[in-house]
């Protein structure tokens, strides 16, 4: 499958790939959802933004991240100068919300994983976020938990970096330190994307093809 060249056809394609999603009746969360909640954002963004699944909000909305995680975490991307608008593609592993916010289950995972592979082959980033347990042990395929994750880059498919950190919610339940060890993760995405990280070059990711991008397998 050929990658886009630029913005506008990573766009189009985009917007192709969430029509199909929109639809996609390949496990059981389809049979609860009001509707699908594919992503968001800039489709020339240097950095992705992945969390678990869709909440009540996102899922009222078909939006990731709009309710008072999604403003934390837009204000924490505002500090490094990154917005929706502007750098950043917001995408949940799976794209229909768990009952009760429960997490994922491993066949619900398996129904839904082409989809965020192909928003990150079109996307391109040059660095992955993964917010909170459950997308950072996925897409690092670990059992180690964020506490013992975060706070460092990690290499990643096609010459990218993943960097782990907290959920939003977790800052959102009073915890200062939480907050201060998410701007910390923040401040080494910015350094990524401006090739400051030490021992990192600047961000020029590859265009990778579909063949070489095989998450969760």
Not at 74 to 103: H, M, S, W
Request: proline share 7%; net charge negative; with cysteine.
């Amino acid at each position: 499958m050929s990658q886009p060249v630029d913005a506008d056809e990573r766009a189009r394609a985009l917007a192709v790939l969430g029509t199909e999603a929109s639809v996609c009746v390949a496990c059981r969360l389809a049979t609860g959802r009001t509707q699908v909640v594919f992503g968001s954002g800039d489709p020339d963004a240097s950095l992705m933004v992945v969390g678990e699944g869709p909440g009540q909000r996102e899922d009222e909305q078909g939006l990731p991240f709009v309710g008072p995680s999604g403003r934390l975490l837009d204000e924490l991307l505002d500090e490094i100068g990154l917005t929706r608008e502007a750098g950043v593609y917001i995408a949940n592993v799976v794209k229909c919300r768990p009952p009760g916010n429960r997490d994922p289950l491993a066949d619900e995972i398996d129904a839904c994983k082409g989809y965020l592979r192909r928003q990150i082959e079109l996307v391109d980033p040059a660095v992955m976020l993964t917010l909170g347990n459950f997308a950072t042990k996925l897409l690092l395929r670990t059992e180690l938990g964020i506490t013992r994750l975060r706070g460092r880059p990690y290499e990643w498919w096609g010459g990218r970096h993943l960097v782990p950190t907290y959920h939003p919610a977790a800052a959102l339940r009073g915890s200062a330190r939480v907050l201060e060890e998410m701007r910390f993760d923040l401040a080494i995405v910015r350094r990524l994307i401006d090739g400051t990280y030490p021992g990192i070059g600047p961000a020029s990711p590859p265009q990778v093809a579909s063949t070489q991008l095989d998450l969760f397998e």
